[in-house]
């Protein structure tokens, strides 16, 4: 394995995570001030936002094997191809979780049932 195959993959990761965080930070701390009743907790809530959304791309490229594998074919493109899909893939998945996680309390003070809530309007 290539430790310049691995930081590169590593170096796709972080920008896509990066880039998904300066997207989504502002209008989730919005949410979340509204949501938590204050900016204290909506900051706690918002960076743990943010560190999930880091960690999980770096988490999915960074499965053993992904790195020997994707060297193994030998393809900068290939590589790079794989790096992106799997980083996404974590991406997607942290902010499939918090979205989730804040639908709840939304949904709650708003009265609408969610997909799991079979108790029906009030």
Same mark, same amino acid.
């Not at 195959?5 to 919005?30: D, E, H, K, Q, T």
């Not at 790195?67 to 193994?72: C, L, M, Y």
């Given at each position: 394995?290539?430790?310049?195959?691995?930081?590169?993959?590593?170096?796709?990761?972080?920008?896509?995570?990066?880039? #998904?965080?300066?997207?989504?930070?502002?209008?989730?701390?919005?949410?979340?001030?509204?949501?938590? $009743?204050?900016?204290?907790?909506?900051?706690?809530?918002?960076?743990?936002?943010?560190?999930?959304?880091?960690?999980?791309?770096?988490?999915?490229?960074?499965?053993?094997?992904?790195?020997?594998?994707? #060297?193994?074919? $030998? #393809?900068?493109?290939?590589?790079?191809?794989?790096?992106?899909?799997?980083?996404?893939?974590?991406?997607?998945?942290?902010?499939?979780?918090? $979205?989730?996680?804040?639908?709840?309390?939304?949904?709650?003070?708003?009265?609408?049932?969610?997909?799991?809530?079979?108790? $029906?309007?009030?």
């Amino acid at each position: 394995m290539s430790l310049e195959i691995l930081f590169s993959v590593w170096a796709i990761a972080l920008v896509l995570a990066l880039l #998904a965080i300066v997207v989504i930070v502002r209008p989730l701390f919005g949410v979340l001030v509204e949501v938590c $009743g204050g900016r204290e907790r909506a900051r706690f809530w918002t960076v743990y936002s943010c560190v999930l959304t880091l960690m999980a791309p770096l988490l999915t490229v960074s499965a053993p094997g992904f790195v020997d594998a994707a #060297a193994a074919s $030998g #393809a900068t493109g290939a590589i790079l191809q794989r790096a992106v899909f799997y980083a996404l893939v974590g991406i997607i998945g942290a902010l499939v979780i918090i $979205g989730r996680a804040v639908l709840r309390p939304i949904s709650r003070m708003l009265e609408i049932p969610t997909a799991g809530d079979h108790r $029906g309007p009030k």
